[in-house]
């Protein structure tokens, strides 16, 4: 059974289109940010990563933009696949002395029509 | 390797029961999370282990909440008196270390749900 809540946004895309995931993060001092992906009934899976010294970062078939200026995060997907679909959660980290905090951005519900 | 492990996977409890939620890290991961993913709420961190101590419990909604850490390996989260707003995923995650670039690996979960 799905996981996360019913009403988060959705991108519907066309199997073998690109689709581009957006993120606003709150804490001008974060780190480090990160995409995570989740399918239904598992823990979120690392993507792919991105220092707050950069501004873009690209994957196997995925390229993360960082907008330090409005505090903007994208995920893009090439050629997007059925087994794409899933929620996509940016993950803002602080680093403190107490340790690694992630901050989890709402997510986004991507589905992929064949 | 195994990865981050969670048991139960599912739970349905009465509401003012206690139920024990466990995690196991990955092998050799000094860091552990937990994180709560309720219904239209997304992930919500609760608390965070170093070894076996827990310096950061700013995320346990209430003094029902608790966990702990032995070992340096197993963790157990704790709800005392369930109540019906407890009822969600309860996700674990484990890292190498503490450092800001040490990816969290998560477990599949334990859903949660308080009749």
């Known amino acids: 059974g799905e996981s996360v809540g019913l009403h988060l946004p959705t991108l519907s895309v066309q199997e073998g289109d690109n689709s581009i995931i957006n993120c606003a993060y709150s804490?001008?001092?974060?780190?480090?940010f990160i995409w995570y992906k989740q399918e239904s009934g598992k823990g979120p899976q690392f993507i792919i990563d991105?220092?707050?010294?950069?501004d873009k970062r690209q994957g196997q078939r995925v390229t993360v933009l960082l907008n330090k200026t409005v505090k903007h995060l994208s995920l893009q997907i090439a050629a997007t696949q059925p087994g794409d679909s899933a929620v996509y959660f940016c993950?803002?980290?602080?680093?403190?002395?107490?340790?690694?905090?992630?901050?989890f951005g709402g997510g986004t519900r991507l589905m992929v029509k064949p | 390797g195994a990865g981050v492990s969670q048991s139960p996977s599912n739970k349905v409890t009465e509401k003012g029961k206690d139920v024990e939620l466990r995690c196991d890290p990955i092998?050799?991961?000094?860091?552990l999370y937990w994180y709560r993913q309720s219904l239209g709420q997304g992930l919500e961190f609760l608390i965070y282990?170093?070894?076996?101590?827990?310096?950061?419990k700013s995320g346990l909604p209430s003094d029902r909440f608790s966990a702990e850490r032995t070992g340096g390996s197993v963790s157990t989260l704790t709800i005392q008196r369930t109540q019906q707003e407890d009822s969600a995923v309860y996700l674990c995650?484990?890292?190498?270390?503490?450092?800001?670039?040490?990816?969290?690996?998560f477990g599949p979960g334990t859903r949660l749900t308080v009749l």
């Open positions: 282990f170093q070894g076996n101590s827990a310096p950061d």
């Open positions: 804490n001008s001092a974060s780190d480090y």
């Open positions: 092998s050799g991961h000094t860091a």
């Open positions: 993950a803002e980290i602080v680093w403190n002395n107490a340790g690694n905090m992630l901050t």
């Open positions: 991105i220092r707050s010294n950069m």
């Open positions: 995650a484990s890292s190498l270390d503490r450092g800001v670039e040490d990816t969290q690996y």
